[in-house]
């Protein structure tokens, strides 16, 4: 890539400053600090690659505004931001950084699930306020020995199964897309439906992409499958579960506590009825947010975007159906 025809890269939002270096060292770099939709185009017209982390939606608008661009890379491993089949019809390769983030996602919900089962911030509310009831209230809870439902056991999934299985859980597993046999290398019991395998979990956990499929895959029907107090976590993407009824199952006590990272609308309103539930714990979608995951995921997509813009195909080819037309531009 001669140094007088470096192409532009916009970058819809900061990323780590090693993977920003990567880019710079063969691209023109620059940050929209504005993520509107109309802004970031108004940077991208003559970009050739773009890089989209929470927004704006790669939408089939955006990629019109945008003639000249060959590559959208993701910032981390979700694609549900990014209209692929448009992007393949524009001629525009899609990557993304799977995998990046999965040790800091599976840690983020192993706490989630201890602090679930403790009652962490109800008890350090009581403890801040000089209540000491919870030495004597029988609500805290052990996992050792309890039933683990993993939804989805790709590269965070199984990492998590890896940890149950070492606080002592009986670990089952549902996932479509692989085999039994699969679901077993990967530390999990396989279950034949969610429907079977919901009624045997204490605690269940969910890895699982936005799709329409499992848009809502938690509602009050799944919710109804479940044991009455079993506890919920979900740091996949807010929309898999149906925050109403998350909410009425809580407050009902047929969910017992939940760990919450994703919200249907982000960022989640003050006013949100299940934070004022003393029986779940949120964060603002953070799970994949680490030093260590921010370095990673900007490293592995800056390095999926670059070959495109050579002309190389990349490692990672979301849409692999473009790369014919676009391989020869």
């Given at each position: 890539?001669?140094?007088?025809?470096?192409?532009?890269?916009?970058?819809?939002?900061?990323?780590?400053?090693?993977?920003?270096?990567?880019?710079?060292?063969?691209?023109?770099?620059?940050?929209?600090?504005?993520?509107?939709?109309?802004?970031?185009?108004?940077?991208?017209?003559?970009?050739?690659?773009?890089?989209?982390?929470?927004?704006?939606?790669?939408?089939?608008?955006?990629?019109?505004?945008?003639?000249?661009?060959?590559?959208?890379?993701?910032?981390?491993?979700?694609?549900?931001?990014?209209?692929?089949?448009?992007?393949?019809?524009?001629?525009?390769?899609?990557?993304?950084?799977?995998?990046?983030?999965?040790?800091?996602?599976?840690?983020?919900?192993?706490?989630?699930?201890?602090?679930?089962?403790?009652?962490?911030?109800?008890?350090?509310?009581?403890?801040?306020?000089?209540?000491?009831?919870?030495?004597?209230?029988?609500?805290?809870?052990?996992?050792?020995?309890?039933?683990?439902?993993?939804?989805?056991?790709?590269?965070?999934?199984?990492?998590?199964?890896?940890?149950?299985?070492?606080?002592?859980?009986?670990?089952?597993?549902?996932?479509?897309?692989?085999?039994?046999?699969?679901?077993?290398?990967?530390?999990?019991?396989?279950?034949?439906?969610?429907?079977?395998?919901?009624?045997?979990?204490?605690?269940?956990?969910c890895h699982t992409p936005l799709t329409e499929e499992t848009r809502a895959m938690i509602n009050p029907r799944t919710l109804g499958l479940l044991k009455r107090g079993a506890i919920l976590i979900n740091t996949s993407?807010?929309?898999?579960?149906?925050?109403?009824?998350?909410?009425?199952?809580?407050?009902?006590?047929?969910?017992?506590?939940?760990?919450?990272?994703?919200?249907?609308?982000?960022?989640?309103?003050?006013?949100?009825?299940?934070?004022?539930?003393?029986?779940?714990?949120?964060?603002?979608?953070?799970?994949?947010?680490?030093?260590?995951?921010?370095?990673?995921?900007?490293?592995?997509?800056?390095?999926?975007?670059?070959?495109?813009?050579?002309?190389?195909?990349p490692e990672v080819l979301v849409n692999p159906d473009v790369w014919p037309r676009l391989g020869q531009r």
């Amino acid at each position: 890539m001669s140094s007088n025809a470096r192409p532009l890269i916009v970058l819809a939002g900061r990323i780590h400053r090693d993977g920003q270096a990567l880019l710079a060292q063969e691209a023109e770099v620059v940050v929209a600090e504005d993520l509107g939709e109309a802004a970031v185009i108004g940077l991208a017209r003559e970009a050739q690659g773009l890089l989209l982390r929470a927004r704006p939606r790669c939408s089939p608008s955006l990629l019109a505004a945008c003639p000249r661009l060959r590559v959208v890379g993701r910032h981390g491993a979700g694609l549900d931001i990014v209209d692929i089949p448009a992007a393949t019809r524009f001629g525009v390769a899609v990557v993304h950084a799977p995998g990046a983030n999965a040790q800091s996602v599976a840690e983020h919900a192993l706490m989630l699930m201890l602090m679930s089962a403790r009652h962490a911030v109800q008890v350090d509310r009581w403890t801040r306020d000089g209540d000491w009831r919870a030495r004597d209230d029988a609500l805290n809870q052990e996992l050792a020995g309890k039933t683990l439902g993993i939804v989805g056991l790709g590269n965070v999934g199984r990492r998590v199964a890896r940890f149950a299985g070492a606080l002592g859980m009986r670990v089952l597993g549902y996932d479509k897309y692989l085999s039994d046999d699969e679901l077993r290398r990967r530390g999990a019991e396989p279950a034949a439906s969610l429907e079977a395998l919901l009624p045997q979990v204490d605690v269940l956990t969910c890895h699982t992409p936005l799709t329409e499929e499992t848009r809502a895959m938690i509602n009050p029907r799944t919710l109804g499958l479940l044991k009455r107090g079993a506890i919920l976590i979900n740091t996949s993407r807010g929309p898999v579960h149906d925050e109403r009824a998350v909410f009425e199952a809580l407050a009902t006590g047929q969910l017992g506590a939940a760990g919450l990272d994703v919200f249907e609308e982000e960022p989640s309103p003050v006013d949100n009825p299940i934070f004022g539930l003393p029986n779940v714990v949120v964060s603002p979608h953070v799970a994949g947010g680490t030093a260590q995951a921010s370095r990673a995921i900007s490293m592995q997509v800056a390095g999926e975007m670059l070959p495109v813009l050579r002309g190389e195909r990349p490692e990672v080819l979301v849409n692999p159906d473009v790369w014919p037309r676009l391989g020869q531009r």
